[in-house]
Structure formats: C-alpha cells, structure tokens
C-alpha cells in the first residue's frame, strides 16, 4: 500500500483567514515533504520533515508553518495568504534512506 | 543551466507507437533518477525509477540511465490514448539532501 491521504481536497480561504493542510501516511515512511504546484509548471519543494524534524525549508514566507505532530502526519498551516499563494498543494512521503516519494492527492487552494 | 531538463512538448504520436522521452541534468552527483505522470489536475504518480546505468522495464515501460551523458529516458511501447498525460522527470541532486528536483515536463498525446 502506497497510500498518502491528504484533506482537504478543495479549500477557498480569504486573506485574512487560518486554516490548515493535513496529510497522512500509514507506510512507516519517515520522511515527508509538503510541495506548491501551479499550473503548467512541476511542484516546487517547500519544507522536508525527516524523524519527524524540519530538515529543509526552502525559504517559505512564514504565513506558512508546517507541523509534523508524529511519523504518520503532517500539517500546514496557514495565515494571511496572497492571491497568488492559489495553487495544488503536495503532500509526499518516503522510506527512511530511499528517494522515491509517493504524493497524496493534493488539495487546491484558492486564496481571495 | 537549469539542474534537470525536459523538452515541454507536446511530444504526439499515434495509438501504438513508441514513445520516447528525454531528460538531463546537470549535477554529475545525482544518483536517484524518477520518472513520474501526472494528469491534468491529478497528482504525480510514480512510474519507474532507476538508479544504474542501462536499462530497467516494467511492462510497457522502460527507463533508460545514461550517467556519463548525464541523460535519462523514458520509452512507453504501444502508446494508448491513456498515456495522454504529463511526465515529470525527478533527479536527486545532491547527496543526503533527500529532496527531488523535477524538471518541467513533457507533455504526451497519444493519437487514437
């Protein structure tokens, strides 16, 4: 099983909202990643959780904050968005010492 | 120079054809190589990964590694209008980091 869930699949939030991104693996992977996608473009890394520890933060702005509250899940919060932040929202995750990642559905946020 | 390059398309060939996708990069220490498919609004999903050089086939697929030209490919023999869909090439950059680079993407359509 290579399942990676991710809620919700759709969200609309205005600037001035909070909301969050929540992902969940059951494989035992340790290492789990939060990627942005806009259309017609590949999904750009946002932050890599490995042991349940930030490892890369790809210099997000800090109206992102991810949270990884244990091995199986990982949040994103988020505050104060832009218009332009709108875009299909990757959840992945991986085995400990392997590359291959395995995505979840994705959510698509729009931001007004 | 970007770090992993595709020819974004649309690469079109008819139902039952061969087709050959390309992919190269630019960081000689890259030791992981993905080949991943995504279809409009849906996800990457996984389709072949390939660490050595030579070839590696699953079903109708084949990768091919070739680390000296630093230059992956993807074959998909008997193309169906189901392949329709965009290929990601994805590259392990730098030892460690555990985070892909994706290049952009070649779009297929496969002719019925």
């Known amino acids: 099983d290579t399942e990676v869930t991710q809620t919700p699949k759709h969200l609309v939030m205005g600037m001035t909202n909070k909301k969050s991104l929540k992902c969940e693996q059951h494989?035992?992977?340790?290492?789990m990643y939060w990627y942005k996608q806009k259309a017609k473009k590949p999904p750009e890394l946002m932050f890599v959780?490995?042991?349940?520890?930030?490892?890369i933060n790809e210099s997000v702005p800090s109206r992102f904050s991810p949270e990884c509250p244990n091995s199986s899940l990982l949040n994103l919060h988020l505050h104060a968005l832009q218009p332009e932040d709108s875009a299909l929202y990757l959840c992945?995750?991986?085995?400990?010492?392997?590359?291959?990642?395995?995505f979840g559905p994705g959510t698509r946020l729009t931001v007004l | 120079q970007k770090e992993v390059e595709q020819n974004s398309g649309p690469l079109s060939v008819p139902e039952g054809a061969i087709a050959s996708l390309n992919c190269t990069y630019s960081?000689?220490?890259?030791?992981?190589f993905f080949w991943y498919r995504q279809y409009s609004g849906k996800s990457p999903e996984l389709i072949m990964s390939?660490?050595?050089?030579g070839d590696k086939e699953d079903g109708r697929f084949t990768a091919q590694l070739n680390k000296a030209s630093q230059y992956v490919s993807l074959l998909i023999r008997d193309s169906q209008p189901s392949d329709s869909a965009t290929y990601l090439c994805?590259?392990?950059?730098?030892?460690?980091?555990?985070?892909?680079?994706f290049g952009s993407g070649t779009r297929l359509q496969v002719q019925p």
């Open positions: 992945a995750s991986s085995p400990t010492g392997e590359d291959t990642q395995y």
């Open positions: 494989m035992g992977h340790r290492a």
């Open positions: 959780y490995s042991y349940e520890k930030l490892s």
């Open positions: 960081d000689r220490g890259s030791q992981s």
């Open positions: 390939i660490y050595s050089n």
């Open positions: 994805a590259v392990n950059s730098r030892t460690g980091r555990r985070a892909l680079t």
